[in-house]
T-cell receptor, first 115, second 111 residues
Framework: KQEVTQIPAALSVPEGENLVLNCSFTDSAIYNLQWFRQDPGKGLTSLLLIQSSQREQTSGRLNASLDKSSGRSTLYIAASQPGDSATYLCAVSVVSGGGADGLTFGKGTHLIIQP | DAGITQSPRHKVTETGTPVTLRCHQTENHRYMYWYRQDPGHGLRLIHYSYGVKDTDKGEVSDGYSVSRSKTEDFLLTLESATSSQTSVYFC??????????FGSGTRLTVV
């Protein structure tokens, strides 16, 4: 059974710092890896999608990398801002002969950026 | 997200009553999913669909059923609601090149 772990569970840093969120998964036979952001009481917003043949994706101040062989992904946030405060979720979709059968999520990193 | 909507957004129901949550998409995606989100457990897959009338169970399917009679609609039914089904329910759609897109969620309280 695929398991996804996110470290740290919570992080509080002053504004302007660069930071790294970590995600590890137990089964390297993944289809995609996706990073989401969730604000309190809200839905999930997709940040970055890395397909299994890719090693990284970038969007603005965000960069995500994927190392399937080691079962790890990192989300790098540059020049953090108070508006980046949210819970960040990592999720993997497993290889399936019949098609996509869902995402397995980590429990998230709760990020607070202090003004 | 404009391509996927859930209804209702909030619902309070009594133990033992049936409840149906609706997910509607305008993206014509083949795959649709229902998840629940609970503190300490994160997001867990309840059921998913890979086409009209084609569905399968996820990790926490007991007490839930689903139906998909049209590509755009995926219904989740709690046949006899229990307090343990108090949760936030999310619908999602997926396409290979675009990953997963989630709805805004339904907050269900069973009293």
């Amino acid at each position: 059974k695929q398991e996804v772990t996110q470290i740290p569970a919570a992080l509080s840093v002053p504004e302007g710092e660069n930071l790294v969120l970590n995600c590890s998964f137990t089964d390297s036979a993944i289809y995609n890896l996706q990073w989401f952001r969730q604000d309190p009481g809200k839905g999930l917003t997709s940040l970055l999608l890395i397909q299994s043949s890719q090693r990284e994706q970038t969007s603005g101040r965000l960069n995500a990398s994927l190392d399937k062989s080691s079962g790890r992904s990192t989300l790098y946030i540059a020049a953090s801002q108070p508006g980046d405060s949210a819970t960040y979720l990592c999720a993997v979709s497993v290889v399936s002969g019949g098609g996509a059968d869902g995402l397995t999520f980590g429990k998230g990193t709760h990020l607070i950026i202090q003004p | 997200d404009a391509g996927i909507t859930q209804s209702p957004r909030h619902k309070v129901t009594e133990t033992g009553t049936p409840v149906t949550l609706r997910c509607h998409q305008t993206e014509n995606h083949r795959y649709m999913y229902w998840y629940r989100q609970d503190p300490g457990h994160g997001l867990r897959l309840i059921h998913y669909s890979y086409g009209v009338k084609d569905t399968d169970k996820g990790e926490v399917s007991d007490g839930y059923s689903v139906s998909r009679s049209k590509t755009e609609d995926f219904l989740l039914t709690l046949e006899s609601a229990t307090s343990s089904q108090t949760s936030v329910y999310f619908c999602a759609i997926s396409a290979q090149a675009y990953g997963y897109t989630f709805g805004s969620g339904t907050r269900l309280t069973v009293v």
